[in-house]
């Protein structure tokens, strides 16, 4: 029986849309800057048939062709997925794009382009602002500054996410990692 007053058949419960989250100011003074000393290390992925450099230290977690390294509210991800074509700056923005800004948390895309790497690879790079997940003990979130590039083989796209507080100086580091990704 319906509480008083309400039709039969109506809900009690009312639609609630959810509201977007808002993007988080940058930090005054970043954390995340990868040191100039840091040291790097190769990773090879046999399932993935790819290698790339990552910091030494960094926790890394693997799952089938996929790794991650972190360090903080620093990161480097690799995803290997199936691809029938090599992705061009429009076919990022139709599909890789929305579903970033989908999956993600504030996303604010700045820029979607193709580069030439030195290995003779061609990435599609997508550069974008985000906000981090929530500590999960204090809540906080800090803004993230990202890239990822997504690399192609014949049946095979493997997308490198890097990200690190906003502001934060890591060009040199990403650069090197960006230009050591490899098909094996």
């Known amino acids: 029986m319906p509480p008083a007053g309400e039709k039969p058949g109506a809900s009690s419960e009312q639609a609630i849309s959810p509201t977007p989250e808002k993007p988080v100011e940058p930090e005054k003074n970043p ?7 840091q040291v790097f290390v190769t990773y090879k992925s046999s399932q993935g048939m790819y290698s790339i450099q990552a910091p030494e230290g960094w926790a890394r977690s693997e799952s089938g062709t ?79 500054d990202n890239v990822t590039y997504y690399y192609y083989m014949t049946g095979m796209l493997a997308a490198l996410t890097l990200w690190a507080p906003q502001g934060a100086d890591n060009v040199d580091q990403w650069k090197l990692i960006s230009e050591s990704f490899k098909w094996q």
Request: charged fraction near 20%.
């Open 66 to 144: 996929d790794v991650k390294y972190v360090d903080k509210f620093d990161g480097e991800q690799v995803v290997v997925t199936p691809a029938t074509t090599a992705p061009t700056v429009m076919s990022v923005n139709q599909e890789q794009v929305p579903a970033v800004e989908k999956a993600g948390r504030a996303v604010k895309v700045k820029n979607v382009t193709s580069k030439k790497m030195p290995s003779g690879l061609t990435a599609i790079c997508v550069v974008y602002t985000s906000n981090s997940a929530p500590d999960p003990v204090t809540n906080k979130q800090v803004r993230l």
């Open 31 to 37: 954390p995340g800057d990868i040191p100039d000393s």
